[in-house]
């Protein structure tokens, strides 16, 4: 997992058709890659998920290829409270993963995990974020 990683994973409020995205303005830094996984639970945080690893779970999302890293990075961490000098401190850490796309190939993303206590949050069960909020 060594090199540039020019991959994102999104599996939340950043994900297409939500409105954080929309009034977020990183959609030129940006290049649909297309559907994915990550290994991972999904929390319900209130008006947004937080991911955690777990190898034994899949969480859905997109993938999409970097055009402008330091744009895209600039405002994503922002958005997530990712400290990248300080990062114990922030609501999300940014981390690789490997995520598996819809087609089969495997690509290694950044992705932004819950960095806080969990315990108290009900588990998304399906993984899908997209699916949990249209019930």
């Not at 994102?8 to 297309?34: H, K, Q």
């Not at 330091?70 to 850490?93: C, N, Q």
């Not at 206590?117 to 993984?127: A, D, L, M, N, Q």
């Amino acid at each position: 997992m060594h090199g540039k990683i020019d991959h994102i994973f999104f599996y939340g409020t950043l994900m297409r058709t939500f409105p954080l995205r929309a009034s977020a303005g990183i959609d030129d830094w940006l290049e649909y890659v297309g559907s994915g996984r990550v290994a991972g639970v999904l929390f319900d945080l209130g008006s947004y998920p937080g991911l955690v690893v777990d190898s034994d779970s899949e969480v859905c999302g997109e993938v999409y290829r970097i055009l402008d890293p330091f744009k895209l990075f600039d405002r994503v961490d922002t958005i997530e409270d990712y400290r990248a000098t300080a990062p114990s401190e922030g609501e999300y850490v940014r981390q690789r993963m490997s995520a598996i796309l819809d087609d089969g190939r495997a690509t290694i993303v950044w992705g932004y995990v819950y960095n806080q206590r969990v315990p108290s949050f009900r588990r998304i069960e399906c993984g899908d974020y997209r699916h949990y909020v249209r019930r």
